[in-house]
C-alpha cells in the first residue's frame, strides 16, 4: 500500500502562513493539481459544489510542497478559533550540520536562520547556548505564535 505524507496546521491565515513557511522551509506553493488555473477550478471539475465553497476558496494556495519532491505537502487549514496552548508536534530546522561541524559554524548558521526568519515574521521565544555540550539552538514562534527549532 502506497502512503503520502501531509502535516496539517491549523490557522486563521492560511495566506500569511504559507508565505512564511515557503521562506523557512525553501518549499513553494502548491500549484492546482491537473492543469487547472486556480484551486477553485480544480474542486469544481472535482464535482465539489459551489455553494460549498467560499467566494474565495481557491484564490491562493493554501497548501506548500517541497519543489524537490522529498519532503511532506503542508497543508494550512483555516479554523475559527485562535491557538491556546503550547504545540505538541512541531518542525526542527536542522540547519547546524551536526556534531562533525566546528561549534562556531553550527552558531553561525542557526543565527543567520534566525535573522532570516525573524525578517520574515517569526520571533524568538528563546536561545539555549550550552558551551560546555557545543548545543546552540533557537527556539521561535511562527507569525500565528506556533513554536520550532532552529538546531
Known amino acids: 500500500m502506497e502512503m503520502t505524507l501531509q502535516l496539517t496546521i491549523d490557522c486563521a491565515d492560511p495566506q500569511r502562513l504559507v508565505a512564511f513557511w515557503s521562506e ?31 467566494d474565495d476558496a481557491g484564490a491562493t494556495p493554501e497548501s506548500i510542497v517541497d519543489p524537490a519532491g522529498r519532503g511532506p505537502r503542508v497543508w494550512f487549514q483555516q479554523v475559527p478559533e485562535a491557538k491556546a496552548t503550547k504545540n505538541r508536534l512541531h518542525f526542527d530546522l536542522k540547519v547546524g550540520g551536526g556534531r562533525d561541524v566546528p561549534s562556531a559554524d553550527r552558531r553561525q548558521r542557526v543565527t543567520t536562520t534566525v535573522d532570516r526568519l525573524t525578517a520574515a515574521g517569526a520571533s524568538v521565544l528563546r536561545i539555549t547556548d550550552e558551551p560546555d555540550t557545543g548545543h546552540y539552538a533557537a527556539l521561535l514562534q511562527d507569525p500565528e505564535g506556533n513554536e520550532f527549532c532552529v538546531v
Open 24 to 54: 523557512a522551509l525553501g518549499y513553494v506553493p502548491e500549484p492546482p493539481p491537473g492543469g487547472h488555473a486556480t484551486w477553485r477550478e480544480y474542486w469544481s471539475a472535482m464535482g465539489v459544489p459551489a455553494e460549498e465553497l467560499p
